[in-house]
């Protein structure tokens, strides 16, 4: 949108920021009543939430440097 000159892009950028922030904060909210008002999180599903955030973090690692390697090598 900026180099089409279109300036309401940051007000675009904002919203879109904040539904995901909002999004993720009811998603977190929602896990946390699981777990301890509701009690349905085992320590299997502990560990597995545990794993899978962890793979998660680790997968956005490598792709953004797949992304440096790959702009700095044809640079």
Same mark, same amino acid.
């Given at each position: 949108f900026?180099?089409?000159?279109?300036y309401l892009c940051?007000?675009?950028f904002?919203?879109g920021? *904040?539904?995901?922030?909002?999004?993720?904060?009811?998603? $977190?909210?929602?896990?946390?009543d699981?777990a301890?008002? +509701?009690?349905?999180h085992? *320590?299997i599903?502990?560990?597995?939430?545990?794993k899978g $955030?962890?793979?998660?973090?680790?997968?956005e690692v490598? +792709?953004?440097?797949?992304f440096?390697?790959?702009?700095?090598?044809s640079?």
């Amino acid at each position: 949108f900026f180099m089409h000159r279109i300036y309401l892009c940051f007000f675009i950028f904002i919203i879109g920021f *904040l539904c995901i922030i909002y999004i993720a904060r009811n998603w $977190f909210y929602d896990v946390e009543d699981e777990a301890s008002l +509701l009690g349905c999180h085992t *320590l299997i599903v502990k560990k597995g939430l545990y794993k899978g $955030f962890w793979l998660f973090v680790a997968s956005e690692v490598m +792709l953004f440097f797949g992304f440096f390697w790959a702009f700095f090598h044809s640079a």
